[in-house]
């Protein structure tokens, strides 16, 4: 993972927004999606590694493979939903930055679902 071109993105991008702001402030916000959209998909491609080591860890420990991929899913989620209230933030509408928040937190409690339903199987079966 080069950190160097994350931030030279980010600070590329951060430039030309505010240049454009000055000429035409609608362009701006697009300038700024398109520069997070383009770091975060660069951050999830370097994140390759981790991914196929979460995988082959939990293949070593004999857990079900669909708890990685929970944990997995949750995390994007959680990183869509970041980036796309930050955007709105930056647009001006915090108020559709908080739903977005929102929308996002149940998103994950709904994908982590399939967990809650086995870890209470599981107590069930420990209760005698």
Known sequence: MN???FVG???IGA???AVLKQYKPEFGI?????????????AVLA???VLDTLEELAGYSGADGEYAAILIKSLAVCFITQLAAE???DAGEGAIASKIEFAGKCAVVL???P???ALAGLVTELIP
């Open 3 to 5: 950190i160097i071109a």
């Open 9 to 11: 993105a980010g600070v």
């Open 15 to 17: 430039v030309l927004c």
């Open 30 to 42: 697009y300038i700024s999606l398109i520069t997070g959209i383009i770091i975060l998909g660069a």
């Open 47 to 49: 994140l390759k590694p």
């Open 87 to 89: 955007s709105c933030r």
């Open 111 to 113: 994908t982590a679902l």
């Open 115 to 117: 967990l809650f339903n």
